[in-house]
């Protein structure tokens, strides 16, 4: 309320300790104010609105309208940053490499003072963000879920949300691009992914590992599929995720997860101290680790076999195909027309000849 937000103000103290990088949003906001007033001074004074000077340092409700709304356009960039360090911090915890923090760790560097990672465990599965289907690794937290989890929107309103972007869009799109068709055979999309990096650590990049399991994964769904894998549902997106574990999010199935803000979900979106340290000091140290094939199975220990299509692309087809077809359909009418007037034109003849 009003009265909240002057007794904000006042404690400048408090503002800078309670507002993660506080200092990097003032000086973003400001930014904003001293772009508006070079634009000032660069319009012509007959363009001045009236009432104000260029080079005056007062402000009107239309001043602070133009400022607030180049904020909001531009603020989805400014936040990338802050995405970015989220994602190289969440890395450094992901030993395995498979886009999974385990939910001890996630805690342990909240009760070490980071500020970000506090969500209770009831709100990350709300969220979509938690696996707990191995047996050996425990609970983890998924990075590109929680990432785009929308307790990690900036800004959120009922028109439209600021969040963490999607790396996965931009791979799927490169797809499209090279494609050019709503599916492909299974090892046309394998060789076209051996190209791609997939984020490794904060500085390196290296092609993704298809060998074994999820190359089989791709061509059994090719095969359930007349020989060409959909890319536009959600079983090409579950392999994407495991090709591209710190990029792609896992797709869960329609209605099993509610993409709420903290707002939204309620008073128990923070995990207590005690539940932390609970789930800290439950971390098994001593269990053993995968080996071989084993190790493979426990990593796709979360897919399923559930598909589900954002379109039906059976009757769709590249343009060049349609006038293919076309010309085909086209030949095959002209020659049924002329098989009928043949014999047409045999009955005529053998009804006129002596």
Known sequence: DAEGIKALLANRTFLASAFPHWSKLVAFARGEVRAMNFKRQQEPRSFSRSGHHAMAPRYAFEDAHEVVG??????ASFWDSECASMKA???????????????????????DSEWRFGESESYLRDLGALDESSRWRGKQVMIPNYLQAASNCIVSTPHYMVCCPSECDVLLGELEVAIGAPSAPAGRIIGLVRNMTSQTTVDHDDPPSLDGP?????EQLAENNGGAVPLHGRLFAQWLHYAFPRECPFPHRRGTTASLSPTEFGSQYLATGDEMQRHAAAANESAPLEAGQEAKQQWLSQW????????????????????HS?????????????????KLGGIAGGKGGP
């Open 326 to 342: 076309a010309l085909i359909g086209g030949l095959l009418v002209v020659l049924v027309v002329v098989a009928i007037l043949t």
């Open 70 to 75: 180049g904020i909001t356009r531009s603020f």
């Open 304 to 323: 399923s076999a559930e598909e589900e299509l954002l379109a039906d692309s059976g009757d769709l087809a590249a343009p060049w195909e349609s006038r």
């Open 89 to 111: 911090t969440l890395m450094q915890m992901d030993s395995h490499q498979t886009g999974r923090v385990p939910l001890a760790k996630f805690y342990s560097s909240a009760l």
């Open 214 to 218: 999820l190359t089989r994964q791709l």
